[in-house]
T-cell receptor, first 110, second 115 residues
Framework: SQQGEEDPQALSIQEGENATMNCSYK?????LQWYRQNSGRGLVHLILIRSNEREKHSGRLRVTLDTSKKSSSLLITASRAADTASYFCATGGGAQKLVFGQGTRLTINP | DAMVIQNPRYQVTQFGKPVTLSCSQT?????MYWYQQKSSQAPKLLFH???????NEADTPDNFQSRRPNTSFCFLDIRSPGLGDAAMYLCATSRIGLAGADEQYFGPGTRLTVT
């Protein structure tokens, strides 16, 4: 079963705008990760945030983690057409595997 | 430069005809995973190997088997494919650290069609 729930399921914005996606989870975690998947391709790791971290940046990406609310958000600033993809959050516990959310389909309109 | 390689990229098989998908990695990671992903859904973990230890997910059908002959290679065998097994199959690798699950590196996937 999937632990992560992502919101919204689909998001369509204009190029240059910011995109925010949210992820909620149910159990305790060691880390939370975000992945991008272009249509028909494999997933690409974007960023990992550990349970003792609250915010992390990577280029135009900003991830926040609130363990008290069991939620995370991914912000993409100054969006580009190439950011069009599906974005998945994944939670890592003490075991060797990740549990993926259902994903957010992001469309950037030129 | 490819780190996780999946062959073939597209596979067509007949209903009930065994098929094998392959994955290789150049990262020397100790964990390899197989996921099934259907259209507009999240990847669903089928099983994974931690070194030579095989870990099957509880809801993975018996129809799906896997082999890992060495660190670099892992195979997914579908013994009798049904129409419902048509999907994208993703292989991933990871290096497990002290804190548990680390980032995973995915291959490009194999799109399986069952006719």
């Amino acid at each position: 079963s999937q632990q992560g729930e992502e919101d919204p399921q689909a998001l369509s914005i204009q190029e240059g705008e910011n995109a925010t996606m949210n992820c909620s989870y149910k159990t305790s975690i060691n880390n939370l990760q975000w992945y991008r998947q272009n249509s028909g391709r494999g997933l690409v790791h974007l960023i990992l945030i550990r349970s003792n971290e609250r915010e992390k940046h990577s280029g135009r990406l900003r991830v926040t983690l609130d363990t008290s609310k069991k939620s995370s958000s991914l912000l993409i600033t100054a969006s580009r057409a190439a950011d069009t993809a599906s974005y998945f959050c994944a939670t890592g516990g003490g075991a060797q595997k990740l549990v993926f959310g259902q994903g957010t389909r992001l469309t950037i309109n030129p | 430069d490819a780190m996780v390689i999946q062959n073939p990229r597209y596979q067509v098989t007949q209903f009930g005809k065994p098929v094998t998908l392959s994955c290789s990695q150049t990262l020397n990671h100790n964990v390899m995973y197989w996921y099934q992903q259907k259209s507009s859904q999240a990847p669903k973990l089928l099983f994974h190997y931690y070194d030579k230890d095989f870990n099957n997910e509880a809801d993975t059908p018996d129809n799906f088997q896997s082999r890992r002959p060495n660190t670099s290679f892992c195979f997914l065998d579908i013994r009798s494919p049904g129409l419902g097994d048509a999907a994208m199959y993703l292989c991933a690798t990871s290096r497990i650290g002290l804190a548990g699950a680390d980032e995973q590196y995915f291959g490009p996937g194999t799109r399986l069609t069952v006719t």
